[in-house]
């Protein structure tokens, strides 16, 4: 009887201890859905992305030389157009001359002369004029004189010397009556051409024969009839 109730004892004793050591595990390790929810919901931070902004905003070598090289066709093919242009206002000042002195109209030819007394001209018989005025006047003493006037020019180049001088060159062949005689004469021409305000003058011109006197040439200079080299005067 001793020894159930010695046993009884312990078993009471030994139950109240192992409801607390269950409770004390309970308490220490949580619940597993616990712990994987929390796992869970630490998401990993995404990697910053590269600024690609800035990359964008900065033009490639590539693509600067590619505007530079465009910017400068544009220059150029805006200047070849200015060029063009002036180029042919000098040829129109040039066709004007020539009309001029087809009619033997001093006015019309020489208002497009540079009216200055530093004018000089080399004429085709050798002589020189000096000033605009005694060029007026030698035209107008000559043009009275002359009618059926036939004037023909090839080989016209116009070269632009710079933004306000050019350079014109051709071959002429000219036949008129004069004091009631034919006369013709063939000859090379030099113009120089100056832009006065907004118009293009005549600054300077050099007429000169195709065949000249051979005693007018050093002796060294000189040929044997007609130069082999000169091709005969041909209508334009």
């Known amino acids: 009887m001793f020894k159930k109730l010695i046993f009884i004892t312990a078993l009471v004793l030994a139950l109240p201890a192992s409801a607390l050591a269950q409770n004390a595990n309970a308490n220490a390790t949580p619940p597993a859905s616990s712990v994987k929810g929390r796992a869970t919901d630490r998401k990993p931070k995404a990697a910053p992305t590269p600024a690609q902004g800035g990359a964008q905003s900065q033009p490639s070598a590539t693509g600067a030389a590619?505007?530079?090289?465009?910017?400068?066709?544009?220059q150029r093919g805006a200047q070849t157009s200015a060029d063009s242009a002036e180029a042919?206002?000098?040829?129109?000042?040039?066709?004007?001359?020539?009309?001029g002195i087809r009619r033997a109209d001093s006015d019309a030819v020489m208002k497009l002369f540079w009216n200055s007394p530093q004018l000089v001209l080399?004429?085709?018989?050798?002589?020189?004029?000096?000033?605009?005025?005694?060029?007026?006047?030698?035209?107008?003493?000559?043009?009275?004189?002359?009618?059926?006037?036939?004037?023909?020019?090839?080989?016209?180049?116009?070269?632009?010397?710079g933004p306000a001088a050019a350079l014109v060159t051709c071959l002429w062949d000219q036949t008129q009556t004069a004091d009631g005689q034919p006369s013709r004469a063939t000859g090379r021409l030099t113009l120089v051409f100056q832009k006065i305000g907004a118009d293009w003058k005549i600054?300077?011109?050099?007429?000169?024969?195709?065949?000249?006197?051979?005693?007018?040439?050093?002796?060294?200079?000189r040929t044997n009839g007609v130069d082999s080299t000169t091709n005969p005067p041909a209508k334009p």
């Not at 590619?66 to 544009?74: D, S």
């Not at 035209?139 to 006037?149: E, I, T």
């Not at 050099?206 to 050093?218: E, K, R, V």
């Open 88 to 99: 042919r206002a000098v040829r129109d000042a040039f066709d004007s001359l020539v009309d």
């Open 66 to 74: 590619t505007t530079r090289t465009r910017r400068t066709n544009a």
């Open 122 to 161: 080399f004429n085709n018989n050798g002589s020189v004029t000096k000033s605009w005025e005694q060029a007026r006047s030698n035209r107008q003493s000559l043009y009275a004189k002359v009618k059926d006037v036939k004037l023909d020019v090839r080989d016209v180049h116009v070269r632009l010397l």
């Open 203 to 221: 600054v300077h011109t050099h007429t000169s024969p195709d065949h000249p006197s051979q005693s007018n040439l050093l002796p060294s200079e």
